[in-house]
């Protein structure tokens, strides 16, 4: 059974850090392109960072490029999102997302399964 789980969300002041985990199980990570996506309240669903199946390709969107680093350890099923420098506008709950030998694009059509997503507050 296919399974993401997304951890380490929380509330943050502006300026701060957080990491975020993607914990997957029932599928060999290293054949799976990972993509990280948020979404806000009343807002449409954004691409936040993908990382290709073979690790080799990461993209990420304007707003976060600088701030936000994708990293995939296959060897622990695990990828993570680096957030620094926070800014109010990063709140929303974040989801994880897998793409079987993907490129780590950011568009969510192309995903196969999804996490139930972790909350990210980003408030003084």
């Known amino acids: 059974q296919v399974q993401l789980v997304e951890s380490g969300g929380g509330l943050v002041q502006p300026g701060g850090s957080l990491r975020l985990s993607c914990a997957t199980s029932g599928f060999t990570l290293a054949h799976y392109a990972i993509a990280w996506f948020r979404q806000a309240p009343g807002k449409e669903r954004e691409g936040v960072s993908g990382i290709s199946s073979d690790s080799r390709n990461t993209y990420y969107t304007d707003s976060v490029k600088g701030r936000f680093t994708i990293s995939k350890d296959n060897a622990k099923n695990t990828v993570y999102l680096q957030m620094s420098s926070l800014k109010p506008e990063d709140t929303a709950v974040y989801y994880c997302?897998?793409?079987?030998?993907?490129?780590?694009?950011?568009?969510?059509?192309?995903?196969?399964?999804w996490g139930l997503g972790t909350q990210v507050t980003v408030s003084s």
């Open positions: 997302a897998a793409e079987v030998l993907g490129k780590g694009s950011l568009i969510s059509e192309t995903y196969d399964y």
